[in-house]
């Protein structure tokens, strides 16, 4: 079977092309917004750890499609997420030329990091961490699935925004309604006074997906404004 063709792996459906795919992501972007999202309240996101398993090696792939490594035929395990937002300044203006990276466990709860628990048991298929450099929309897209608990963690994903001229941005996001958030330590050190409430975002089916793909959408505001 030729790479080019389009064909059906573990029960859903890779493009024509990873490349073709990969730019239909990028310019698609706006397709995957969660209806309300941009009605919310402008807030200064709040800064998160970036906790110890940053990749310590990154990998050879480190594109915005988290599910599938370079032309492997064979997908990650998990429930498929198109993660998308946009990096804003404090005046809710985009950013551009935002270098956002997002890194999480897989479905087996290890990360791309060969000291985290579970190493041993990694899915080789899964990314794990990767790019994406915001464009003059300040939009953002990832492929990646929706994240899963580990001993001591509730489901999220981490986030690091670089930015030329400003230091490292890191914070994470949550899945809106998981119990397992009322017990988290990380997440208890932040009051809702701080913004608790915006990194808890919903994952919500998207209609009409053949394979049960989910939509998450992450806005990220930062607390400066361009100089003039």
């Not at 990873?18 to 698609?28: E, I, K, Q």
């Not at 985290?116 to 298929?125: E, G, M, P, Q, W």
Request: glycine share 8%; proline share 7%.
């Amino acid at each position: 079977m030729m790479k080019n063709e389009q064909r059906a792996i573990n029960g859903f459906s890779l493009l024509d092309s990873r490349r073709n795919f990969l730019s239909t992501l990028a310019l698609g972007a706006a397709a995957f917004t969660v209806p309300g999202a941009l009605a919310a309240e402008l807030v200064r996101t709040p800064s998160q750890t970036e906790g110890p398993f940053y990749p310590n090696k990154l990998p050879l792939d480190t594109d915005n499609d988290l599910i599938v490594i370079n032309e492997s035929l064979t997908p990650a395990v998990g429930e498929i997420t198109y993660l998308s937002g946009r990096i804003l300044d404090s005046r809710g203006e985009p950013i551009q030329n935002a270098l956002v990276e997002i890194w999480q466990v897989d479905k087996n709860g290890s990360y791309l990091h060969t000291k985290s628990d579970n190493f041993a048991r990694r899915d080789a298929n899964f990314q794990g961490f990767g790019r994406f450099l915001t464009g003059s929309t300040g939009d953002y897209l990832f492929r990646t699935i929706k994240p899963v608990p580990y001993p001591g963690r509730t489901p999220h994903i981490h986030f690091a925004i670089k930015l030329k001229g400003h230091e490292k941005f890191t914070t994470q996001c949550y899945l809106k309604g998981e119990p397992l958030n009322e017990t988290d330590g990380v997440l208890k050190k932040l009051p809702p006074s701080k913004g608790k409430d915006s990194l808890m975002i919903p994952f919500v089916p998207i209609k009409g997906a053949r394979a049960g793909e989910l939509a998450a959408r992450f806005d990220i505001v930062l607390g400066f404004t361009p100089e003039a």
